[in-house]
């Protein structure tokens, strides 16, 4: 009963967690807001993931994010062989269906802008779906992907016109590198396609805590 009775105490249920943290290796970092760089933040809420509690915060400034958050390395675990955007077993007929309208709508809004046979980037690529697709309607596409399979290798002196980044900005670590990265091979005539979840939705409003682009801890951001 007493045993009880103190882990019910947040600072010792703390203190469980960082041990168990400490056997599943993963390694936490704190980090400043990323749009002010100051330290202001409210908890907005609280999960618990393999016995691990994750935190999503508010800044002052009004920016949302996960903090702390697991270090670069230790997030790897969970991106695993069974995170959907990574594997094409088991899929529904259904999700199928969205996922063809979904490439479609994305191949048009690049096509808005070209007229010709577009090479493409597509960073965070997942299980390469999107560049099949592409390469099946005469497009010349690549994938990069830091926790999947589906990466090539590039080199600085490949230029894409087009940089696809459909709900992955969310998932970087350091958003300054990224875009460093994506410097390297574009030129001021290339364009840069961003989606990510909008915190500010509908559907974030009505489902509230059990809102589906929390993703903890995948995504690191909430724009």
């Known amino acids: ?36 760089g100051r330290n202001r ?13 994750f935190s999503i915060v508010k800044c002052k400034c009004s920016f949302v994010f996960l903090n702390p958050r697991p270090n670069e390395k230790s997030i790897k675990k969970y991106y695993h062989s069974k995170y959907l955007p990574h594997s094409r077993d088991n899929l529904s007929i259904i999700y199928k269906c969205i996922q063809k309208l979904s490439f479609n709508w994305k191949k048009k809004a690049i096509s808005k802008y ?14 390469g779906s999107f560049i099949s697709y592409l390469n099946n309607n005469n497009y010349n596409a690549f994938g990069y992907d830091k926790y999947s399979n589906s990466t090539f290798q590039v080199k600085p002196i490949d230029q894409f016109d087009a940089v696809t980044m459909w709900h992955s ?50 995504h690191l951001y909430h724009f």
């Open 114 to 127: 070209f007229n010709y046979k577009v090479k493409v980037l597509d960073f965070g690529c997942g299980d």
């Open 1 to 36: 009963y007493n045993l009880l009775f103190y882990f019910k105490s947040i600072k010792l249920k703390d203190l469980f967690l960082r041990v168990m943290n400490n056997k599943c290796n993963i390694v936490f970092e704190k980090v400043n807001c990323f749009l002010c």
């Open 41 to 53: 933040q409210e908890i907005l809420l609280s999960d618990y993931i393999d016995n691990m509690r």
């Open 169 to 218: 900005l969310e998932h970087v670590h350091s958003i300054k590198d990224t875009f460093d990265f994506i410097n390297l091979y574009t030129n001021s005539k290339s364009k840069l396609f961003v989606a990510v979840p909008n915190f500010n939705s509908l559907d974030r409003m009505i489902f509230n805590k059990k809102w589906i682009a929390y993703d903890i801890p995948r």
